[in-house]
């Protein structure tokens, strides 16, 4: 497969298609709808919401492609076996996890708004991660699924920025994936932590990984192959 290679900080991306997965972090109606999980938290769900056109059309660049696509949704089993008192007793939200919400218990697995959001529904075949964490490699079989399709980059989209985008990047950054943050396909509650994510990513020289935004991704994607193109072995 033809190596592309993606304008972006702190320096230009080089990937193959074939063992790149496109990952959608988090992307459910509790984190992006009015009324969800997010809501009763006291934030502004449409600071998320700007990520969806782009990731949208990021999505069906990726798609034509042919790359792996891995969708995430954070959320628990109905009894909260695999949710830590910690977490469950953490901040001061109207509601917890677990409680009912507008969109049914809120994240819990199986309920209308842990689900992933209308507009960036899986296609068949697509694989869907449950994870109990933040980070898209604790108590799934992501990495499995990562490593049964020989991938070896990641392109990191979804919400929050911060938290486990960050989370799942810095895993997977470990782990020894090259990884590349979409600016304009994640999202924060709060403009500063956005701002600040994305640069803690590219600093020192690519710490984590690169940044660079969707439209510089989907122009490689979508370039014609060039016959004197690097070939990956």
């Not at 700007?50 to 089993?77: F, K, Y």
């Not at 108590?139 to 490593?147: A, C, K």
Request: hydrophobic content about 40%; glycine content about 12%; some cysteine.
């Amino acid at each position: 497969m033809t190596s592309l290679t993606i304008d972006a900080l702190p320096a230009p991306f080089t990937f193959d298609p074939e063992h790149t997965a496109l990952v959608i972090i988090d992307m459910q109606r509790d984190f992006l709808l009015p009324g969800g999980f997010g809501s009763s938290l006291g934030n502004d769900v449409s600071l998320l919401q700007t990520a969806v056109p782009p990731l949208q059309r990021l999505l069906a660049a990726a798609r034509e492609t042919g790359m792996t696509v891995i969708h995430t949704r954070e959320g628990h089993l109905p009894d909260l076996s695999d949710c830590p008192p910690s977490k469950l007793r953490r901040g001061k939200p109207s509601q917890r996890i677990g409680d009912p919400g507008a969109f049914g218990r809120i994240l819990i697995r199986g309920e209308y708004g842990h689900d992933i959001i209308d507009e960036l529904t899986p296609a068949e075949g697509e694989v869907v991660i449950d994870k109990p964490g933040k980070g898209a490699f604790y108590g799934t079989t992501f990495g499995d699924e990562l490593v049964a399709r020989g991938i070896t980059s990641l392109i990191v989209t979804g919400v929050t920025t911060e938290v486990c985008v960050h989370t799942t990047t810095r895993e997977a950054n470990d782990r020894g994936y090259e990884c590349l943050v979409v600016s304009d396909c994640v999202g924060s509650y709060f403009p500063e932590f956005q701002r600040v994510g994305l640069e803690m990513v590219s600093a020192q020289g690519g710490i984590f990984g690169w940044v660079a935004d969707s439209e510089a991704v989907i122009d490689q994607l979508a370039a014609p192959v060039s016959p004197n193109a690097s070939i990956a072995g």
